[in-house]
């Protein structure tokens, strides 16, 4: 059995995985589950799978929590810090981390320093950080398992193939909810036509990051580090259906694709089960649903946000770092209502053209750079008009 720390285990990505725990009670147990502020639903997770370990990073949910599971044999904390020192725990696994952002970086790299193998669903941790993370997993001798469906993949089609050389890869974009629409129709979308997503369901942020295509930015920064390619050796194409997940071209021409229903619990549990795959009762995909599989180029002019993430990812340094951290304070503020949807990408431009760039940069630099680029993108987000 394998111990599992969930890290974000009210959202999406933690609660498909608690299902998935459930369905295999032999093989996976929740250790450790944590949670930003959802204390509620954290609260009945933890009586359900009873993990060792509840941690709530908002510490005045802590009471809230802490009385809920008192005649329970769980420990519980609160904290940023509790969880990252609790990922390093020996009883653990795997760590599987699904928190939002910035944030999953450092728990991260605390797991990885302690040997454990991580199911990554934050793709923000190798956006920012790619260099070191994947160096510490090396030294360290640890796995990174990838869960997002596209990288997760890429990662099959690669199975038994370490031999061959990887031409390029293609990952596949749904294409979000404004997929064919012109920047004028842009200027005027909320955000709650940005939130219908047509194919999947997915917390708030990475559905707006759907929606601008920035989510596709930051997986082909993340594919990069996760697959060692060059920038070059990344492609990007619209497949409106979602049953293509990705694919891999080798050297000889040959491609591989993976494909399927859209549904995260079959990535998480590959990355849970990895050599192994085991038996599940997952809708399976029939050609008979689907007449037509279709693609086609992104449109990067319209799009800003692909193209502004191909241009951090040839930079490299801690410009990748610059464009998260000015992401994801534009859809915070878009989310609140308090900056428009194309005015996301003036501001992750901005912050591009005016945070100072570093080649080489270290843990420290890369903190830093998080640090001030959010404080100057908030800035400007307050002097920019509503409507961009």
Known sequence: MKNIAILGSTGSIGTQTLEVVRDNKQLFRAFMITAHSNAYLLIQQAIEFLPAYVIICDESKYTEVKEAL?????????GYNAIKDHVTLPEI????????????????INAIKAGKDIALANKETLVVAGDIVTSLAKEHNVKILPVDSEHSAIFQCLAGEEANAIEKIILTASGGPFRGKSAAFLADVTREHALKHPNWVMGAKITIDSASLMNKGLEVIEAKWLFDLQPSQIEVVVHPQSIVHSLVQFEDGSIKAQMGLPDMKLPIQYALTYPQRIKTNFKRFSFADYANLSFEQPDMDTFRNLKLAFEAMEQGGNMPCI???????AVAAFLANETSFLAMSDVIESCMQQIAYIKNPTL???????????????????KMPLKA
């Not at 696994?93 to 991260?108: I, K, N, Q, S, W």
């Not at 464009?323 to 304070?329: F, Q, R, S």
């Not at 420290?364 to 750079?369: E, G, P, Q």
Request: glycine share 4%; proline share 4%; hydrophobic share 50%.
């Open 323 to 329: 464009i998260n951290a000015a992401n994801e304070v």
């Open 70 to 78: 008192a005649h329970l044999p769980i420990k519980v904390l609160a």
């Open 93 to 108: 696994d795997v760590v599987l981390t699904a928190m939002v952002g910035f944030a999953g970086l450092e728990p991260t």
């Open 364 to 382: 420290h630099d890369y903190l830093n750079t998080d640090k001030e680029t959010r404080i100057f993108a908030q800035n400007l987000i307050q």
